[in-house]
C-alpha cells in the first residue's frame, strides 16, 4: 500500500479561481505566497484555476505562462497538490515540482492528523454516463493536439473565442438546497470508499456540513469570494475561512 499523505496544521485549500485577463486575485495570491505574506506548508489547488488550461493548447499555455512559473517555484519550497478540474487539465507536462491529480485518480485519498480519512476530489466525479464520457473526450490529447493545430493555423483564434466566452460565465451564485446535494454525493463515496471527511471544490458554495459522523467540504469559488480554506487542528480537523478581500 502506498504511504498516506497527511494533511498539515496550516494547509490551505483553494478553489475555482477561473482566473483571465479581467480577473487576477489567483495571480495575486501567488505573488503573496512567494513573498511570505500568505504562509502555508502544504497548498491544495482544487481545480479550474483557470478558465481553461490544458498541456497541449498553445495559445493557453503561453497566456498563463507566468502562473506556471509561479506554481512550479513555489513547488520548491512547498508542497502543492493541484487537483484537475474541467476547465483545466493535461497538466501534468507543464509542471515538474507539484504532484497532479487527473480526473482518472480522483477522489485521492489523505489523512489528517488526527488520523480521519479524507477524500479529495474537484468534484465533477460520479457524473450520468454521457456527461462524463463527454467530458473526458474533451481531455483526450490527439484531439486536443488536433484542435492545436488549427487553431494555430487560424492565428488563435477558437482559442480567443473560448476566452472570451468564458469571460461572461456568471460565477456566483447560490446552489437551492446545497446539503442535499452533498448528502447524494456522501452517499456515493460511501458506496465506494471509506470516507470520514470529503473536499471537493467545483460548485462554488463554500459550505461546510456534518453529515452524521462525516464533513463534506466544499471550498469557496476564489473567483467570487477572494477567500480559501485553511486547516486548523484541535481534536479533529477543522477548516477556517481567510478572506484577501481588501
Known amino acids: 500500500m502506498s504511504e498516506q499523505i497527511v494533511i498539515k496544521n496550516g ?17 495575486y495570491f501567488l505573488r503573496a505566497l512567494k513573498n511570505g505574506e500568505i ?20 495559445f493557453f499555455v503561453k497566456f498563463y505562462e507566468r502562473y506556471v512559473r509561479t506554481i512550479d517555484e513555489l513547488g520548491e519550497k512547498m508542497e502543492i497538490y493541484y487537483f484537475e478540474g474541467n476547465h483545466d487539465f493535461n497538466l501534468a507536462s507543464l509542471f515538474k515540482n507539484i504532484k497532479i491529480y487527473p480526473i482518472g485518480v480522483q477522489p485521492a485519498r489523505f489523512v489528517s492528523e488526527c488520523g480521519q480519512s479524507v477524500f479529495i476530489a474537484h468534484g465533477d466525479i460520479f457524473l ?12 483526450v490529447k490527439f484531439f486536443l ?11 488563435f483564434r477558437l482559442s480567443k473565442r473560448i476566452l472570451n466566452k468564458l469571460k ?37 458554495q463554500g ?20 477567500s480559501y480554506f485553511v486547516v486548523k487542528y484541535d481534536q479533529n480537523i477543522k477548516f477556517a475561512r481567510k478572506s484577501v478581500k481588501v
Not at 11 to 27: G, Q, V
Not at 145 to 153: A, G, I, S
Not at 170 to 197: C, S, T
Open 11 to 27: 494547509a490551505i485549500f483553494i478553489a475555482d479561481s477561473h482566473e483571465n485577463e479581467n480577473r487576477e486575485n489567483f495571480w
Open 39 to 58: 504562509k502555508t506548508p502544504q497548498l491544495f489547488l482544487m481545480g479550474d484555476m483557470f478558465d481553461f488550461l490544458a498541456g497541449e493548447c498553445e
Open 128 to 139: 450520468p454516463f454521457v456527461s462524463k464520457y463527454a467530458l473526458r473526450f474533451l481531455r
Open 145 to 155: 493536439k488536433t484542435m492545436n493545430f488549427f487553431d494555430k493555423f487560424l492565428n
Open 168 to 204: 461572461r460565465k456568471i460565477l456566483d451564485y447560490k446552489i437551492p438546497n446545497f446539503k442535499n446535494l452533498a448528502e447524494a454525493k456522501m452517499r456515493r463515496y460511501n458506496a465506494f470508499y471509506k470516507a470520514d471527511v470529503v473536499i471537493e471544490g467545483h460548485y462554488h
Open 207 to 226: 459550505e461546510q456540513y456534518v453529515l452524521g459522523k462525516q464533513k463534506y467540504i466544499n471550498v469557496p469559488s476564489f473567483a467570487c469570494e477572494q
